[in-house]
């Protein structure tokens, strides 16, 4: 590290001019293999974007030289943004001139060209590519006569690929395929590549979700050594594992989760001690014990970070060996777990805790509609099911009510956001969309877990110790004026312009609940604030109102529990010492960046996933008519929902009976000649006119107004 931070201590002088990297040996006085040590370092340093060489080979530091380095953020219409890695920034606009060949994704180099003025972003341009995002591009082949091109499912990426014809694979029209790049983009010259893989033809059972798949590059399959290695693991508990830990196998243990679950990582018990507290038992599978540090296997879960949930299929983290055999908390089964106990208050304070290494041996799988139809509608049929669990039951749907009661107290912002399940058939077509509730089961789980991160996020914040902090920084005040402005339309204010807090924000959300605007409201509230992610730095978590809090509870899916898990087994037994904590502070940091970042993957592939079976469920529909309610506004056309929560646009353009305007001062759309006003909340009568299942879009036309 020593060679790297006396480059930039030189490069920080203010005397410093861009130097040859020759030069720079001449002044640090290096022959030899320590001149090669230099020269290394700069190149490293260079690709990292810490420094940068210009046109006459000499370097100088990037922050010095109205610089900034991050990602490019693609648009259809062939501009972009710069989301820079220093966090301090705001997005930099790039125009399309500005561009320079950078595609989606890339990692760049851009040049500051205009300061921002007021209400304004800084402009910049591309200055150079430092790592290329899209090696392969998924799309839609076309042929012509003498060359082919792809016509790339990410809207994002603003160009088509040029496919030579001796490099097309034999693919036809209409097929989805993967094209590998082989020269990239310039000034008004489109990239061009060759086919390496076709996924079969557009509509074809399965092409469409292993399109999505490949344009993540999520891998379905685990690499053979990996797979050897997952295969090696024992499938049952060994004497001499159960001998070391704490025996918990009589404790009344169960498992709640979906019907359809198979990686089950988390258990409960719940009893009531002599002084009327309750004692809270959270029970998560130690995959930590089966998966080494630094093995074939740790490596592959942190490459791919954490599971993806696609509708009809999940892309595991970890081997089914691991995920749904000896670390799935099957009842009758002997299995290691990392078990908080927590003893809960009735103003749901946790007075004390203790974390164990046990075993248990959990009881019953229940299942959420199950315990939902037994607590909140004393359901018959439930209760034969239920029946040696019911009194345990009915002492965790308290104590979640007085946990999120003490939640509510302080401030915890709750989006009551309506969810959607899409139900498709064994050949992956969606046949319906149903409304879902978040029903008693599935919040009595949450709070626990949440509970539990809580607490252990305090617990190793106060032992000093290195750790991973799921964090969720504060709003930045901007953006929260500027929807206070916005807000302001419909008669709601936000109080607070110095700082924000998250109780002010909680009160309008339960204002707006059940009114028109609440999902509108809603959603825009959600995008004024920061994205929740992981951090080796402990701060708040905002939208809980929680000054400490982590990710424990789900090490099967997510790696940051994972690499948790370890810490605090080193930790309980003695072995975090001083050479540990240093490795620990050097890692953690890039754990934390990187599993943020295959989280927002994964979070974007599920959507497009979503969207694209919606759009594939409304296709089948076009020419029926619903009712819906106008959900949000916008400057081309106005989005309305139906009941089943699909959203189509209506074109101002596709209103016939007059030329309509969106009024943003008022907040509505006005007909120029009728002055026929549209609201949000306004329930229209609709026709379903247009699905596209390459864009994912879906286009509604007026009918009639209510």
């Not at 009809?312 to 749904?324: F, G, T």
């Amino acid at each position: 590290m020593g060679i790297r931070r006396n480059i930039i201590k030189f490069m920080e002088e203010k005397s410093y001019k861009p130097m040859l990297k020759e030069e720079i040996g001449v002044r640090f006085g290096l022959e030899g293999k320590e001149l090669n040590a230099l020269y290394n370092a700069l190149d490293d340093m260079e690709k990292e974007g810490v420094i940068i060489r210009n046109r006459n080979e000499r370097y100088g530091l990037i922050d010095k030289m109205n610089l900034a380095v991050g990602k490019l953020e693609g648009n259809e219409k062939g501009f972009g943004f710069l989301i820079a890695d220093d966090k301090t920034k705001e997005d930099i606009f790039i125009p399309a001139e500005g561009m320079n060949g950078g595609l989606h994704g890339d990692r760049v180099v851009v040049r500051i060209t205009s300061k921002g003025e007021v209400g304004r972003k800084e402009e910049g341009e591309v200055l150079k590519i430092l790592e290329r995002a899209n090696q392969t591009i998924v799309g839609t082949y076309e042929s012509s006569k003498n060359f082919g091109f792809v016509i790339p499912d990410n809207s994002r990426i603003a160009y088509d690929v040029f496919i030579p014809k001796a490099y097309t694979n034999s693919a036809k029209t209409n097929q989805k395929v993967v094209v590998e790049i082989t020269r990239w983009p310039e000034q008004r010259r489109n990239p061009e590549g060759k086919i390496v893989e076709i996924l079969g033809f557009v509509g074809e059972k399965g092409t469409d979700i292993l399109s999505i798949i490949k344009q993540f590059k999520l891998s379905e399959e685990f690499p053979q050594k990996v797979q050897e290695q997952a295969s090696m693991i024992e499938q049952e508990v060994s004497k001499e594992a159960i001998e070391k830990r704490v025996d918990l196998r009589n404790l009344k243990t169960f498992t709640i989760d979906g019907a359809d679950a198979k990686d089950l990582d988390d258990a409960v018990s719940i009893e009531i001690l002599d002084n009327g507290n309750y004692m809270l038992g959270v029970h998560i599978a130690d995959v930590s014990h089966y998966v080494g540090e630094r093995s074939v296997l740790d490596k592959e879960a942190y490459k791919r970070g954490n599971s993806v949930y696609l509708l009809d299929r999940v892309i595991p983290m970890l081997p089914k060996e691991i995920s749904n055999g000896i670390c799935s908390l099957y009842p009758d089964k002997d299995r290691l777990t990392l078990s908080v106990f927590m003893e809960i208050d009735k103003d749901g304070n946790v007075k004390d805790h203790e974390i164990v290494e046990g075993v248990i041996r959990s009881q019953q799988r229940l299942v959420y509609d199950d315990v939902s139809n037994f607590l909140e509608n004393d359901d018959q049929e439930a209760a034969k099911k239920l029946v040696n669990v019911s009194e345990e039951l009915k002492l965790m749907e308290e104590l979640c009510h007085i946990l999120y009661n003490k939640r509510e107290r302080r401030g915890s912002i709750d989006f009551d956001f309506p969810e959607a399940r899409i139900i498709l058939d064994e050949d992956g077509i969606p046949i319906d969309i149903v409304k879902e509730d978040r029903r008693i089961a599935n919040r009595m789980i949450e709070e626990f877990m949440l509970a539990c991160n809580e607490t252990i996020a305090e617990h190793m914040y106060w032992a000093e110790m290195p750790f991973l902090y799921r964090i969720h920084e504060e709003p930045e005040m901007e953006r929260i004026n500027e929807f206070n402005k916005f807000i302001h339309n419909f008669g709601y204010l936000i109080k607070g312009t110095q700082e924000i807090h998250p109780k002010e924000l909680q009160r309008l959300t339960k204002e707006v609940k059940g009114k028109k605007e609440e999902t509108l409201i809603n959603t825009l509230l959600l995008r004024s604030l920061k994205k929740a992610r992981y951090s080796s730095e402990e701060d708040i978590h905002f939208g809980l109102a929680a000054k400490y809090y982590t990710h424990f509870t789900a090490p099967i899916r997510r790696y940051p529990d994972l690499q948790i898990h370890r810490i605090i087994k080193s930790y309980v037994n003695g072995k975090l010492n001083l050479n540990e904590q240093d490795r620990l502070d050097r890692i953690l940091p890039k754990v934390a960046d990187h599993t943020s970042m295959t989280e927002r993957t994964a979070e974007e592939a599920e959507r497009e996933v979503e969207d694209l079976k919606v759009a594939e469920y409304m296709s089948t529909r076009i020419g029926n008519e619903y009712k819906g309610m106008v959900s949000s506004l916008t400057n081309f056309g106005m989005f309305v929902q139906l009941d089943n929560t699909v959203e189509g646009l209506i074109r101002y353009s596709d209103m016939v009976d007059d030329y309509y305007e969106f009024d943003e001062k008022n907040y509505y759309v006005i007909g120029v000649h009728t002055r026929k006003i549209y609201r949000l909340g306004d329930i229209v009568k609709i026709r379903v006119t247009k699905a596209d299942l390459v864009k994912r879009t879906i286009d509604f036309m007026l009918t009639s107004q209510e």
